[in-house]
């Protein structure tokens, strides 16, 4: 009896006859599983290079000016950071702010940073002195009186087939750059300014945005 049972399950590991169909069920969903799990963290970490990208690109257009910049220009580098990341205007904010080192600027745990400004867009808040606790250890050493600007983005970004197995849930994927004024000691926050008053940019062109 025991000789039979081996018999009969060396054959069936020597065979070779099988139907197809039957395979492609036992593989399709395994198939479909691979290419949608691939396909959705390739999604997420495009979206994520897009939204440094963009806050890299709108970074090193304030770090150029040398005029004073108001909501309307904030509003106009929210424009492009839209235009770059294709985001929607309910998933996404801005916030430029310009800080400095006031004392201790060698230590990092006992600097004393402060906010010259700060401006957020579409829903963003304006930050305070009291955020430093969080923006610590995202802010560089500095000379002090020295001058950064600090560059938020936000998008909500929503994975494709948020429902499947693979996928999951919505998240903001937040970016920080931190970049210095290039031609001019400090960026400039003036909410009356205007931009005919002193011939625009040093290019001679005025506001856009």
């Keep these: 009896m025991l000789g039979l049972i081996l018999e009969r399950c060396r054959k069936f ?19 479909l599983w691979a290419a949608t799990g691939t396909y959705t963290f390739f999604d997420a970490y495009k979206a994520q290079n897009a ?24 509003t106009g580098l929210y424009k492009v950071y839209r235009f770059m990341t294709l985001a929607d205007a309910e998933d996404s904010w801005i916030r430029v702010s310009q800080l400095q080192c006031a004392s201790n600027c060698t230590d990092e745990a006992t600097r004393v940073l402060s ?15 009291v955020d430093f606790d969080f923006y610590q ?41 931190v970049t210095r004024p290039r031609f001019a000691p400090q960026i400039i926050w003036d909410p009356n300014y205007d931009p005919s008053d002193g011939g625009g940019h ?6 856009d945005t």
């Design 202 to 207: 040093e290019d001679g062109s005025e506001d």
């Design 137 to 177: 250890d995202k802010i560089p050493l500095l000379a002090q009186s020295d001058r950064l600007v600090l560059i938020e983005t936000s998008l909500n970004y929503k994975p494709p087939f948020a429902k499947s197995l693979i996928s999951f849930p919505e998240r903001n994927l937040v970016s920080h750059v």
């Design 13 to 31: 590991r020597s065979g070779q006859r099988g139907s197809m169909s039957v395979e492609a069920v036992f593989a399709f969903p395994m198939l």
């Design 51 to 74: 939204t440094y990208r963009a806050n890299y690109t709108i970074s090193d257009m304030l770090s150029r000016e040398t005029q004073a910049v108001d909501a309307n220009y904030m």
């Design 115 to 129: 906010f010259d400004w700060s401006h957020g867009v579409n829903g963003a808040r304006n930050l305070t002195d």
